[in-house]
Each structure stands twice: as C-alpha cells, then as structure tokens.
C-alpha cells in the first residue's frame, strides 16, 4: 500500500500545465513536492498565498510563510499574498481549476464529510465548504480505511456533509477510483494489492471492470 507521500505522488500526476490549484490541509499539501519540474503550476492557500513551492528544507523555514494548516512553506518567484476576502473571492468566483482535499469519508454518489466529527472540537469549517460548492474538479486524497479497518468509502456518509455531489476522483493509500452515475469505479490499484482487497475494503458500490493496472508512482 502508498503512504502519504505516495497518494501525493500520484496525485501529482493529475495536476496539469497552467493550472490553478487549491491544496487543502493533511496529505493535499505534499503535492507541491512531487509535481513535475517542466511544468507551470499556481498553488494556492486559501489563507490568502498564490505561487506556492515544496517544503522547505530544515533551517530554512520562515515562521511568517504558512499555509492554511499552518506549516510552513516556500513560495516561487512571482509568489503574491493577500487577504482572505481575495482567496475567497478567487474561490468562489471558480479560478480555482483543480482542488485537492482530505476526507474521512466519501460516499459513492459523490458527498464529501471532512470537517467535522461529531462530539470532538473543532475550531470551524474553514473553507472547505467553499472549495467544493465552487470547484468544478475536485480530487480527494485519503486513505482507504480508518485505523479499526472500516471502509471510509461509503454508500452514504454517517458524518456532516461538507459538500453533495462533487467529488469527481479519489486517490487512496489503496487504489485509484472515479466518482460515475454508478458508483465508484476502479482505475488503478496501489503495488502490492489485489483488486479483492481493494473490493473487500469498499463498502459503497464498486464497479471493476476488465484489467486493473498498478499505479504508477
């Protein structure tokens, strides 16, 4: 199975030429690391940065450039800051043309439940619900089950709903699969594991159809 980096890397794949990217808290903001070098990608956070890079190397992190999970970040030349009423506006108004979230739980209609768990803190929704009533694409990254080895992807979702409808791709630490009318279908399966684990693992309706390649990462 993919660690986080892994779901990273292949998610990376996704992100083409020219795009305007939103990368949401937890595995989504080490795509930045992993994208290809010959092309042009805008990175945004939505606490207000455009023109995001990878991680910086230990020593060189400055506490005032972060994201909007706090950690800290590089920025590329051209890089531009501004305040949360602009990101804001920037999402809404749909020049985001790709955003990456995490989720802890996908249902195989297309809902997404990520902010919330009830009975535990939390300090808000933050801009998630923004992000997926604005995106068009929008790609989750997540692992498949959770630590009791219970399916995160559902037939309908038992937490709050963040959106309805629009998740259009899900990268896990287990496979790749599509949002359909029908269902999730599978793409890709991660090194090293079975389309039966993957189907054992999926409690919403999982559609296989022909050969399912490995992943490439």
Not at 163 to 172: A, E, L, R, S
Request: proline share 4%.
């Amino acid at each position: 199975m993919l660690d986080k980096n892994g779901i990273a890397k292949r998610i990376a794949k996704e992100v083409k030429d020219g795009y305007y990217v939103n990368l949401g808290i937890g595995i989504p903001t080490l795509v930045a690391n992993f994208v290809r070098n010959d092309i042009s990608v805008e990175f945004q956070s939505e606490n207000g940065v455009l023109g995001m890079g990878p991680f910086p190397f230990e020593g060189e992190e400055d506490a005032d450039i972060i994201n909007a999970g706090k950690q800290t970040i590089t920025t590329l030349p051209g890089a531009s800051f501004f305040d949360s009423a602009t990101s804001f506006g920037m999402i809404r108004g749909q020049h985001v043309d790709l955003t990456i979230l995490g989720a802890m739980e996908v249902a195989d209609n297309g809902d997404i439940a990520n902010w919330k768990i009830p009975g535990k803190m939390v300090k808000g929704m933050g801009g998630a619900m923004d992000l997926v009533a604005s995106a068009e694409n929008i790609i989750v990254a997540m692992m498949h089950t959770n630590k009791a080895g219970q399916s995160k992807l559902l037939k309908q979702c038992s937490l709050p709903l963040t959106g309805v409808g629009c998740v259009k791709k899900i990268v896990t630490n287990m496979a790749v699969l599509e949002v359909t009318e029908d269902g999730f279908k599978l793409l890709e399966r991660a090194p090293g594991v079975s389309v039966e684990e993957i189907i054992q693992a999926t409690e919403g309706k999982l559609e296989v159809s022909g050969d399912i390649p490995e992943m490439q990462v």
